[in-house]
């Protein structure tokens, strides 16, 4: 699961794909911006076919917070 999120965060970053760990900011590691992270939002709904709620996903602060919900989601 980890690795789908890192590909999907690696289209949307100038970080290199080995660079991002679960425990990477989202917005001071990776440099996310609001707009970015709405995409990326997106991209992993589509991706996971799943839906992300506003509230989780304002919520989320590092790439394991992503990948942790998405896992409870999925199980």
């Known amino acids: 699961m980890f690795d789908k ?7 949307y970053t100038k970080i ?3 660079d ?5 900011l989202l ?8 707009i ?3 995409s990326i939002v997106l991209d ?3 991706t996971f076919d ?3 709620a506003d509230d989780a996903a ?3 602060k590092t790439v394991g917070d992503l990948v942790n919900y998405i896992e409870k989601l999925k199980t």
């Open 50 to 52: 799943i839906e992300i």
């Open 5 to 11: 999120v890192a590909d999907i965060l690696d289209k």
């Open 27 to 34: 917005i001071d590691d990776l440099g996310l911006n609001s």
């Open 44 to 46: 992993l709904e589509e």
């Open 20 to 24: 991002i760990k679960p425990g990477s």
């Open 16 to 18: 290199k794909r080995e």
């Open 36 to 38: 970015s992270y709405f």
């Open 58 to 60: 304002s919520g989320m």
